[in-house]
C-alpha cells in the first residue's frame, strides 16, 4: 500500500490478556516507530528501529511491552498482561532517513477493560 | 537528553487574525525539528521541518516556522488563520548526536473562531 498500515485499528481486550499489535511501513523505509496517545495527550515514545541496528526501547514502560521487526519490514508490539492503564491508541510511524519526516498510521486504538 | 516544550495547551484566535503556536527545545548537539498537525480522529500530517539553512522554514497550508538557535524555539507561525486550521499540533525534536529517535511535544490545541 501507499501508506502505513496498523492492524487491528480497534481492540477491545481483557485485563490480564496478552495483545498484539501489527505495523506495514511504507516500503523501502528504514525506520520504524512506535508511539502511545493516551486520550486527550501528546505521543509517548516507546520504540524506535533503524535498519540494521539494535533498536532504541528506551521509551517501552515495563517489561510487559516488547516489540520485533524483520529486517526493514513489518512490526509488532506486544503487550503482554494487559492493565487498564495500557488503554491508548498505539500508533506506528516510518521513515526514510535521519532527516527525513515521518509518516503515519492511522493506529490502533487499545481498550483494556 | 533531549527534549521539546510547548507551553500553551490551547490558542484561540479570530479567523484572518496571524496565529503562532510556541515551542522550545533542548537537545547537545544540532537539532532537527519538526512540526506536525492531528485532525479530529485521523492520523498525523507532517507539516514542515528544519534540518540545516535557512532559519524560515516553510510548509503545507500556509504554514512557517523560524528556528531561532539562541531561544532554543521553533514557534509555528500563520500570517492568516482560517477555521479549518483548528486541529491539534505537535513540534518534535531529534537530536542528530544521539542517533534518530523523535520526541514530541505535549502538543497544542488550536481552536480558530469566525
Known amino acids: 500500500g501507499a501508506g502505513v498500515s496498523q492492524s487491528p485499528s480497534n481492540k477491545v481486550t481483557e485485563k490480564g490478556k496478552d495483545v498484539e499489535l501489527r505495523c506495514d511501513p511504507i516500503s523501502g523505509h528504514t525506520a520504524l516507530y512506535w508511539y502511545r496517545q493516551r486520550l486527550g495527550q501528546g505521543l509517548e515514545f516507546l520504540i524506535y528501529?533503524?535498519?540494521?541496528?539494535?533498536?532504541?526501547k528506551s521509551g517501552l514502560p515495563s517489561d510487559r511491552f516488547s516489540a520485533e521487526r524483520t529486517g526493514e519490514s513489518v512490526s509488532t508490539l506486544t503487550i503482554q498482561r494487559t492493565q487498564q492503564e495500557d488503554s491508548a491508541v498505539y500508533l506506528c510511524?516510518?521513515?526514510?532517513?535521519?532527516?527525513?519526516?515521518?509518516?503515519f498510521g492511522e493506529g490502533s486504538r487499545l481498550t483494556v477493560l | 537528553a533531549q527534549s521539546v516544550a510547548q507551553p500553551e495547551d490551547q490558542v484561540n484566535v479570530a479567523e484572518g487574525n496571524p496565529l503562532t503556536v510556541k515551542c522550545t527545545y533542548s537537545v547537545s548537539g544540532n537539532p532537527y525539528l519538526f512540526w506536525y498537525v492531528q485532525y479530529p480522529n485521523r492520523g498525523l500530517q507532517f507539516l514542515l521541518k528544519y534540518i540545516t539553512g535557512d532559519n524560515l522554514v516553510k510548509g503545507s497550508y500556509g504554514f512557517e516556522a523560524e528556528f531561532n538557535k539562541s531561544q532554543t524555539s521553533f514557534h509555528l507561525k500563520k500570517p492568516s488563520a482560517l477555521v479549518s486550521d483548528s486541529a491539534l499540533y505537535f513540534c518534535?525534536?531529534?537530536?542528530?548526536?544521539?542517533?534518530?529517535?523523535?520526541?514530541f511535544g505535549q502538543g497544542t490545541e488550536l481552536s480558530v473562531k469566525p
Open positions: 510511524a516510518s521513515s526514510t532517513e535521519h532527516t527525513g519526516e515521518l509518516f
Open positions: 528501529f533503524q535498519g540494521n541496528s539494535a533498536p532504541d
Open positions: 518534535a525534536v531529534r537530536d542528530n548526536n544521539q542517533g534518530g529517535k523523535l520526541i
